[in-house]
């Protein structure tokens, strides 16, 4: 089953966070925990991207409350399923070996 994405741009709340995160991007991998691929990469939300190394990895069960839905379009569907594409053969790649 593929996964569901929120777009680019939505803005949530972690579960047991005080500040909402927008989210920047999706399948990130720690730099210092290349195993693990997170759902999203996110920043603190109004401020933006300020410096690259506070940007927050999470994944969907993470989030708690969706404040915005970000822009979606005919791009960001099919790149969504690109998306989803692509992390169904990775993990199958991975699983297999």
Do not use: H, W
Not at 25 to 41: L, P
């Amino acid at each position: 089953m593929k996964k569901e994405f929120l777009p680019v741009g939505s803005v949530v709340l972690l579960k047991g966070g005080t500040k909402r995160v927008m989210i920047t991007g999706f399948c990130s991998i720690d730099k210092d925990d290349t195993e693990k691929i997170y759902d999203y990469t996110g920043c603190l939300y109004p401020e933006g991207i300020i410096n690259s190394s506070e940007l927050n990895l999470f994944d969907d069960e993470q989030i708690d409350k969706v404040y915005f839905r970000g822009f979606e379009d005919q791009e960001e569907i099919e790149f969504k399923k690109q998306l989803g594409t692509a992390i169904e053969e990775y993990l199958n790649n991975n699983i297999e070996e």
